[in-house]
């Protein structure tokens, strides 16, 4: 018994040594697929778990605030913001050293909305679309000195978030900047 709670604390610092915890922070550009509107500016931010599961290859899991939508601001005077908890769960591809490429899927909650009308008014009720949603998240990304990484991220929506029964998903470009510890 003695031997096998040794290896079980073994093991979980050997684990540990090829693990990092960080935060992650940046910017995002999104829109709606199905509609020609104007890009919303919004941000993420959030933390990440990161196991370095075999040589080159890292598993990640995080959980992020991200503010998606779009702006029709010029064409019919409406912007729309949807506010996510989302959950990316990735698997990183290193090379060269301090460069790496990564692909998986990410799920998110609306945890609220708010529309600008052309009069003026807010409308911040969620009833008109998808309480959820899933998407695919492919990027590159690198580290710097010091724990700190950057990388680019294109979220692509996979349902549809039934915006006012319109068959629509979501699309993110990702700008960030992490730091490890």
Do not use: C
């Not at 998808?130 to 000195?145: H, Q, T």
């Not at 349902?159 to 699309?171: A, G």
């Amino acid at each position: 018994m003695k031997k096998l709670l040794l290896l079980l604390i073994l093991s979980s610092v050997g684990m540990q040594a090829n693990a990092q915890f960080g935060v992650r922070a940046g910017a995002n550009v999104s829109n709606i697929n199905q509609f020609a509107f104007a890009n919303r500016a919004g941000i993420h931010l959030g933390a990440y778990y990161a196991y370095e599961w075999k040589e080159n290859i890292v598993l990640e899991a995080g959980a992020y605030y991200s503010q998606k939508g779009y702006n029709d601001q010029k064409s019919s005077g409406i912007s729309e913001n949807f506010n996510y908890l989302s959950v990316p769960v990735i698997a990183r591809y290193k090379f060269l050293d301090q460069f790496n490429a990564f692909l998986g899927p990410q799920a998110s909650i609306l945890a609220g909305r708010k529309r600008t009308n052309p009069d003026g008014t807010i409308s911040q009720t969620t009833a008109i679309l998808r309480g959820y949603d899933l998407s695919a998240l492919v990027g590159v990304g690198m580290d710097l000195p010091q724990g700190f990484n950057v990388q680019i991220a294109y979220d692509y929506g996979l349902i549809s978030l039934n915006y006012f029964d319109f068959n629509v998903k979501n699309r993110t470009l990702q700008l960030s900047v992490g730091k490890s510890f």
